[in-house]
Nanobody, 115 residues
């Protein structure tokens, strides 16, 4: 199994910045990719950004240029730097780890962007 613990959510004004962190433990060696998803009230969970073991990244179109995902394999952590935040970025953000045929989730951290 893999355990994921997120931190860094909070309340910020539009245009501000936040950094989310995810600490992974357990079968770290088996993780193929890690990512951030978010879910706003009344909406489905969506992929925000993902980073694979080699450092390759993919972003949701609406966050490109504003968010940056990074991964420190030596510390087993992943971060999401979020700049120029907008009210529509308000959601619960979840850390995700992908193994072969297995997915693990963190407990989620609330990000609220006020206008």
């Amino acid at each position: 199994q893999v355990q994921l613990v997120e931190s860094g959510g909070g309340l910020v004004q539009a245009g501000g910045s936040l950094t989310l962190s995810c600490a992974a433990s357990g079968r770290i060696f088996a993780i193929k990719a890690m990512g951030w998803f978010r879910q706003a009230p009344g909406k489905e969970r969506e992929l925000v950004a993902v980073i694979n073991r080699s450092g390759g990244t993919t972003y949701l179109h609406s966050v490109k240029g504003r968010f940056t995902i990074s991964r420190d394999n030596t510390k087993n952590t992943m971060s999401l730097q979020m700049n120029s935040l907008k009210p529509e970025d308000t959601a619960v953000y979840y850390c995700n780890a992908e193994l072969t045929n297995e997915f693990y989730w963190g407990q989620g951290t609330q990000v609220t962007v006020s206008s």
